[in-house]
Every structure is written in structure tokens, then in C-alpha cells.
């Protein structure tokens, strides 16, 4: 493999790259900012466009009806961005252009912005923010990308923003050499804005300086225009780096025919992809290569790493949705799970089958073997805002507001409810049984002045240590109102007896009284 890393380097010194940062800034007046094209006027009204005379690259708002203005304002304000902006210079994120509205929402087919005059095979960084200091929701601005695909979106939050800003990397224009930048807002918010937009060359194309020979769609080193593959039985260059154009890839090789050695790197520049190759050449035209690759995916976030003599392989991949590892010792089935055997031999037991948990609801569900909770002797606890909230300890007991539940349910706070229910083990019925023993109210009175309670009532000094039970204190004081009835109706005879007796007491003092 070291026969790669000399016309490697060798590449790196002769291909000239040139760094290039465009910068734009956006205003309703003219602002002139150093090192920055000012994109000045009302994109709503007319169409804006500034060029940068060294490097040719371009920025347009396009048409009028790609933005969507704040009626009597427009689309473009001066000094309503923060004054004191770090993401980029503070005289450029102090001003903007903005969309307004919610049909100002992402459309496809509608972008705010495009950049032309890109090399279409070069990697681009884009950098853009957005930042507003008035009372408008701009929580957040959304801002998107599309060349060669669509890079998605980022979202920067506009209001009283500094320092935060969308990034975008390894971006690739279309084949125009074009990119479209797209401001939108989202739901829930009024706005989007634009201060400042940076386009960078983070990957120029390789261009060729002295040393290099370029035939057809090869380039080779030492003179040689024999291309790799085509070679014969004859004629072998010591030394050759093969640069293929042909194919959306990169191939550095080298061939020694001292050892009839052949090592290869492979670059694949639209995928991010690297390849090693090694292999030695077994008869006069044929190649048995040896292959050790590892390819990192880009349209598909993926990593592959493989060996290979050129008929068994082995492998290793793991992307977005799976992973797939050689040397199984039997086939996995749905839902299994990866482990090893004794032996170390990989192998796949029998999982649970949708152990994943979904937000949206779960089917299907075996509480004894899928729940959410602990395996050992520590507690589960729920959070919110970064704060526990609720916490079942080991023994079950649940607490709500206390980290040490003394019960099977422990708050420690204001309940509220519009029904609670309590199930005693035993009410009080039995005080109207004609066996109760009813205590006569002396026994009462001499209860009360000794213990300052009523008898079979807790005291005030067991609920403040012991809490109240509301089953027992309510089956209690029921208990109280049944005697209280007892007693007032045995009062009630007495006082039905004293009414008769009362009754024959007139009538006698009547009779006496008429005798006279």
C-alpha cells in the first residue's frame, strides 16, 4: 500500500486548489459592509441580482412573486436586526430581508433565492442567518438548500438572534452550476428573514499543473499513456497513477512489475466513497486482486468495510436502517438479537418481537416481558423540564413529589378530585344493633374533660404524627352521628314522657282551680 501514498502526495502538491468565499448582505437602502456584496432594495418590487467580479458567482431574488411581503412595508427593512451580531459582522446582521405571512411556507417549486456561476463538480459550504429585533414571531426562520438534491433545512431562531446561524456542508450544485436558497416561515410563526448569505469552495476541482500528462480520460505520470487494464504481456510501466475521468470516480494506481504487484485507491467523490485494493498479477494478463475497502455512503448514510480475494468476502455494513455482519454461525430470524456463542462465534437468539417502543401507541403488547420500568433493586423515576416529577421505588410504593414514598401512593401536595373513593375493611352499622352498649353521657362527659377528645376519635397530637386515615376517620365519626342519633332519640322519649306528664299536671291545677 505505500506505493499509493507517493503519487498520492505527489497529486496533492501538483493539483492547484484555490479557496473562494463569496459574501452577501441584505438591505432596504444601500449598506456597504468591507468584504461583502450588498444586496440593497425591495425584492417584492424588483428583482435584485449582484455578481462578484472575481470569481463570477451570482445571487438573484429571482422573481417579485417569490416573496411574499408585510403589506405597507415590503420585503426589505434597514435597523430592525440585532445591533450587535457575532455569527456575522453586527453592520450585517442589523439588517434583512424578510417573508411574511403563513402562505410564506417552503414551496418546491418557489425558492427565495438562487446562486449561479458554481463549478457544478466542486463541494460548496453555505452559511446564512437571519436576526430580528422587533415584536414579530421569527421562531424560527427556516432556511433550505437544493442542488444536485435537496439538503434539507435548518432552522434558526430569528428573534434577538447573535450567534446562531444555518450551516450547510459538502453541498453540491446542480448541473448548471446552480444552487436554490429557499426563507421560509413554518407554522406558528409570522416571519422569516435573511441578513447575511456566505458561499465557500470547500472542495475545488482538481485542475493540472506541470508534471502531468493527460490522454483521453486518462492522466499519467513518467511519460506513460498506457491505460490501466488495458496492459499486456510486454509492456508493464514501473510506476503509473491512473486518473480516470471517465466514471464519476477517482483511481489512483500503482503497478510494480518487479513483484507483479498491483495496489489501487479508489475515490468516489459523489458518494464519499474510498476503496483499497490489493492484488498481484498471477499470469501475464490476468489480475487476482485482494480487495480491503471501506465506503462511506452519502445519498444513504452508510459505512461498509470488506475484505475479498476476488471470490470469498467478508464484510461489515451498517447504515440508516441496518447492519450486516459476516460469519454468522445461523441465520437470524425477525426481531433476533446479535451475541456470542462459547466459541465466540457470532451468532442470533430469538428477540422480542416489537421491542421497540412507538410515540404514537403500541400494539400487541406482552406486559410480562415488554414494559418500561427497571430489572434491579433501583427506582424508576419520570421527568419533566429537567426535573423529577414522579418516582416509583423498588418496593412499588409511588411518590409524587417526594423522592421517599413511605405508601403505595405518596404526594406531596394539593390533591384534586371530584370523587375519591375509599373501601374500608369495616363500617359502623353495628351502633344500632340492640347490642351495642351505648355509653350513658356521663361516662361521655367524664371521657371528654379527661382526654379532651371524644372517645374512639383520634387526637390531635396522633394526626399531626400519624397523618389521617380517611377510612377510619370517616367510619369514625359515623359512628359518632349514629350514637348522637341514639341519644336524641332516647331524649326525644323523655321529653315525650315529660310532655304527657306536663299535659296531666294542667289539667289537675284546671280542675283544682275550678272547685273553688
Not at 290 to 296: D, V
Request: hydrophobic content about 35%.
Amino acid at each position: 500500500m505505500s506505493r499509493i501514498l507517493l503519487p498520492l502526495l505527489l497529486l496533492i502538491g501538483r493539483f492547484g486548489l484555490m479557496a473562494q468565499t463569496v459574501r452577501f448582505n441584505f438591505s432596504a437602502a444601500s449598506v456597504s459592509v468591507p468584504g461583502w456584496i450588498n444586496m440593497s432594495g425591495d425584492p417584492s418590487l424588483g428583482v435584485v441580482s449582484a455578481t462578484d467580479p472575481t470569481t463570477g458567482i451570482s445571487l438573484t431574488s429571482i422573481a417579485t412573486a417569490n416573496w411574499i411581503p408585510l403589506s405597507g412595508t415590503g420585503c426589505a427593512y434597514n435597523g430592525t436586526g440585532m445591533s450587535n451580531g457575532t455569527f456575522f459582522p453586527a453592520a450585517v446582521m442589523v439588517n434583512h430581508w424578510f417573508q411574511y405571512g403563513p402562505t410564506a411556507v417552503f414551496n418546491p417549486s418557489v425558492p427565495q433565492l438562487k446562486i449561479s456561476g458554481l463549478n457544478p463538480n466542486a463541494i460548496y459550504s453555505i452559511r446564512m442567518t437571519g436576526s430580528n429585533s422587533t415584536s414579530f414571531n421569527l421562531n424560527p426562520s427556516r432556511f433550505t438548500v437544493a442542488g444536485r438534491i435537496d439538503y434539507g433545512y435548518s432552522d434558526v431562531n430569528s428573534n434577538a438572534n447573535t450567534y446562531s446561524g444555518a450551516i450547510f456542508n459538502n453541498i453540491t450544485p446542480d448541473s448548471s452550476g446552480a444552487l436554490s436558497i429557499y426563507i421560509n416561515t413554518v407554522s406558528g410563526t409570522e416571519a422569516a428573514d435573511i441578513c447575511g448569505l456566505q458561499v465557500t469552495l470547500a472542495n475545488p476541482p482538481l485542475t493540472f499543473s506541470d508534471g502531468l500528462t493527460r490522454t483521453g480520460n486518462n492522466v499519467v505520470f513518467g511519460g506513460s499513456t498506457q491505460k490501466v487494464g488495458s496492459f499486456t504481456s510486454t509492456s508493464y510501466p514501473r510506476l503509473m497513477t491512473n486518473f480516470s475521468w471517465a466514471s464519476p470516480n477517482m483511481m489512483l494506481q500503482t503497478m510494480d512489475t518487479t513483484d507483479s504487484h498491483d495496489d489501487e485507491l479508489h475515490l468516489y467523490p459523489e458518494a464519499f466513497q474510498v476503496g483499497l485494493y490489493s492484488g498481484s498479477l498471477t499470469s501475464p494478463n490476468t489480475l487476482h486482486r485482494t480487495y480491503y475497502g471501506m465506503f462511506c455512503g452519502n445519498y444513504q448514510p452508510s459505512i461498509s468495510m470488506f475484505a475479498s480475494d476476488g471470490t470469498n468476502s467478508q464484510s461489515l455494513a451498517l447504515n440508516q436502517y441496518d447492519i450486516t455482519l459476516p460469519m454468522f454461525a445461523n441465520t437470524p430470524t425477525l426481531d433476533s438479537l446479535l451475541t456470542t456463542d462459547h466459541s465466540g462465534n457470532l451468532i442470533f437468539v430469538p428477540g422480542v418481537a416489537h421491542s421497540g417502543w412507538s410515540l404514537g401507541g403500541n400494539a400487541g403488547i406482552n406486559p410480562s416481558s415488554q414494559y418500561i420500568g427497571t430489572t434491579d433493586a433501583q427506582p424508576l423515576a419520570f421527568h419533566t423540564n429537567g426535573l423529577e416529577r414522579l418516582r416509583v421505588d423498588t418496593s412499588g410504593n409511588v411518590g409524587i413529589g417526594t423522592l421517599t414514598p413511605q405508601s403505595r401512593l405518596a404526594v406531596n401536595g394539593t390533591v384534586t378530585a371530584k370523587v375519591v373513593k375509599v373501601t374500608p375493611t369495616g363500617w359502623s352499622d353495628y351502633v344500632f344493633d340492640s347490642s351495642y352498649h351505648l355509653a350513658p353521657l356521663t361516662e361521655v362527659d367524664r371521657y371528654i374533660r379527661i382526654h379532651k377528645h371524644l372517645p374512639d376519635i383520634v387526637s390531635a397530637a396522633q394526626v399531626r404524627q400519624q397523618g389521617l386515615d380517611l377510612g377510619e376517620s370517616q367510619a369514625a365519626q359515623l359512628k359518632k352521628i349514629e350514637e348522637l342519633t341514639l341519644y336524641v332519640i332516647e331524649l326525644n322519649k323523655k321529653v315525650a314522657v315529660l310532655a304527657k306528664e306536663n299535659r296531666q299536671l294542667v289539667k289537675m291545677i284546671s280542675r283544682a282551680i275550678k272547685t273553688k
